[in-house]
Nanobody, 122 residues
């Protein structure tokens, strides 16, 4: 199995910054995508940002220009630098990854972290 361990959530003021990190560990024979989703109470989980193994990125329109996703393929980590935070960014943020878990099989499996709370005070 694969575990995704998130860190870095917490409280920030509007206009401030937070940095989320996520480290993947376990039975890993290659990681394809790594990214971040967020979900509020009673809402669907939505993509925030995602980065492919080769480095291409995709962002939600609401965070473009404010958030930056990056990854370290040697450490199996992904980071989300969140600047110019707004109250509407407050949510539980989930780390996401697609992982090859067997050396002899190319199937990618999806894994999620436990979630980390981001709170933004206005």
């Amino acid at each position: 199995q694969v575990q995704l361990m998130e860190s870095g959530g917490g409280l920030a003021q509007a206009g401030g910054s937070l940095r989320l990190s996520c480290a993947a560990s376990g039975s890993i024979f290659g990681i394809n995508a790594m990214g971040w989703y967020r979900q509020g109470t009673g809402t669907e989980r939505e993509l925030v940002a995602i980065i492919a193994s080769a480095g291409s990125t995709r962002y939600a329109d609401s965070v473009k220009g404010r958030f930056t996703i990056s990854r370290d393929n040697t450490e199996n980590t992904v980071h989300l630098q969140m600047n110019s935070l707004k109250p509407e960014d407050a949510d539980v943020y989930y780390c996401y990854s697609t992982v090859k878990t067997r050396p002899d099989y190319d199937l990618l499996r999806e894994f999620w972290g436990q979630g980390t709370q981001v709170t933004v005070s206005s």
